[in-house]
């Protein structure tokens, strides 16, 4: 069965800095999505990066990189610049083609000002 | 402990029956959420309990869809009439704040409207 674990409950990073939030998975599918989600305070899900593991680019959107790792299945989001907005839940989840999805518990990342 | 506990796995039902959709929270959690997952739009948040209450319920997408919490242990999302553009997959997810931060999620419930 795949699971998705992220091992980190919380974290702390300083404003402008750069923190990376890990994501580990475990499957034996060769063909799968790979997400983060942002939760901010409203318990909304907001889509911040997607990954399809037939891609090696690793995906970007403005300061929110991954490191798509798919032998070591692993899928680490980096936010760089950090700002006070990114202050949130965030949920790494996969996805394969017959739309199973399956969540981690989240990491709460700080930012300090 | 089992985690949080979705009934049924899948659904298949035709246009303008009702479905109710189940979850058993992981004891002890007193934030409970109802989710709808689609390609089309990602996760969205329907309704949002705690302890039992529901605290915003913004995201229920129309009368049709009502959610009950009538105990600690129990939740339903009821969708009266089905419609074809509610097919998704639905999930439940519970957490305990002052415990820590973690949300655990349901394995999901598939609903098929034809």
């Known amino acids: 069965a795949q699971t998705v674990t992220q091992s980190q409950p919380e974290m702390s990073v300083q404003e402008a800095e750069t923190v990376t939030l890990s994501c580990t998975y475990d499957?034996?599918?060769?063909?799968?999505?790979l997400f983060w989600y942002k939760q901010p305070p409203s318990r909304q899900m907001i889509l911040v990066i997607r990954?399809?593991?037939?891609?090696?680019q690793n995906a970007t959107e403005n300061r929110f990189s991954v490191n798509f790792q798919k032998a070591a299945k692993s899928f680490s989001l980096k936010i760089s610049d950090s700002q006070l907005g990114d202050a949130a839940m965030y949920f790494c989840?996969?996805?394969?083609?017959?739309?199973?999805?399956?969540f981690g518990k989240g990491t709460r990342l700080h930012i300090l000002p | 402990d089992a985690g949080v506990i979705q009934s049924p796995r899948h659904e298949v039902t035709e246009m303008g029956q009702e479905v109710t959709l189940r979850c058993k929270p992981i004891?002890?959690?007193?934030?409970l959420f109802w989710y709808r997952q689609t390609m089309m739009r990602g996760l969205e948040l329907l309704i949002y309990?705690?302890?039992?209450?529901?605290?915003?319920d913004s995201g229920m997408p129309e009368d049709r869809f009502s959610a009950k919490m009538p105990n600690a242990s129990f939740s339903t999302l009821k969708i009266q009439p089905s419609e074809p553009r509610d097919s998704a997959v639905y999930f439940c997810?519970?957490?305990?704040?002052?415990?820590?931060?973690?949300?655990?999620f349901g394995q999901g419930t598939r609903l098929t409207v034809v």
């Open positions: 989840a996969y996805l394969n083609r017959d739309d199973k999805i399956i």
């Open positions: 499957t034996s599918e060769s063909d799968y999505y």
């Open positions: 004891s002890g959690h007193n934030s």
């Open positions: 997810a519970s957490s305990l704040p002052v415990e820590g931060p973690e949300t655990f």
């Open positions: 309990f705690n302890n039992n209450v529901p605290i915003d």
């Open positions: 990954q399809e593991a037939y891609k090696q």
